[in-house]
């Protein structure tokens, strides 16, 4: 059973557009989110992240958006560019875990395609 | 300064066969994670390690097991390999257990 859910398995974006991508959990202990992207033959590269005390935090081109009453999040890529295309996971940190971020329930990624 | 370093980087096994993979966490950091990537679907946790010591076990059977070394470094084994292992085995390390994770590149395993 998924505890984090990308539903859609790939996206398609004009170059110097906005990308949104999204996500959404089941568990409310969720407390703290991550994005990573991965490019093929790579490992995953940390993106941002954000505390559930938070409903926003940007960084860069990169801005996540929290809502956890719809216990939703969303990653805005703002512009996108063709380097931008690669794979996305969304994370949480197991509330197991005591918060540790070396146990990461992984949703099934997101193929970002930004095409010139 | 070198990154998360595993081996190796693709393998062939049969099943039934025992594997072990190796990985090499950033300089410093003292925690080293691994995870399982089948073909489409996200990465998925099965042990972290901080300080010599087993923090963390996903739903895996016992099949798979893992240590870490004195010098922080670490080895995943898989013993009686199935056709469903087949997957890229992925290492995660950082500074303590509750910091940010980050990976290498992975091991790509193939069981036929």
């Known amino acids: 059973d998924q505890q984090v859910k990308q539903n859609s398995p790939s996206l398609s974006v004009q170059e110097g557009r906005i990308s949104i991508l999204n996500c959404d959990y089941t568990n409310s202990m969720f407390d703290y989110f991550l994005w990573y992207k991965k490019y093929p033959a790579e490992g995953p590269t940390f993106l941002i992240s954000i505390s559930s005390i938070k409903d926003k935090n940007e960084d860069g081109r990169f801005t996540v958006f929290l809502n956890k009453s719809a216990k939703h999040l969303s990653l805005h890529i703002v512009p996108s560019q063709p380097g931008d295309s690669a794979v996305y996971f969304c994370a949480a940190s197991d509330p197991n875990y005591g918060g540790s971020q070396g146990n990461l329930i992984f949703g099934k990624g997101t193929k970002l395609s930004v095409k010139p | 300064d070198a990154g998360v370093t595993q081996s190796p980087t693709h393998l062939i096994k049969t099943r039934g066969q025992h594997v072990t993979l190796r990985c090499s966490p950033i300089?410093?950091?003292?925690?080293v994670s691994w995870y399982q990537q089948v073909l489409g679907q996200g990465p998925q946790f099965i042990f972290q390690y901080y300080e010599k010591e087993e923090r963390g076990r996903g739903n895996f059977p016992d099949r798979f097991s893992a240590r870490q070394f004195p010098n922080y470094s670490s080895e995943l084994n898989v013993n009686a390999l199935l056709l469903g292992d087949s997957a890229l085995y992925l290492c995660?390390?950082?500074?303590?257990?509750?910091?940010?994770?980050?990976f290498g590149q992975g091991t790509r395993l193939t069981v036929v």
């Open positions: 995660a390390s950082s500074i303590d257990a509750n910091t940010e994770a980050f």
């Open positions: 300089s410093g950091h003292k925690s």
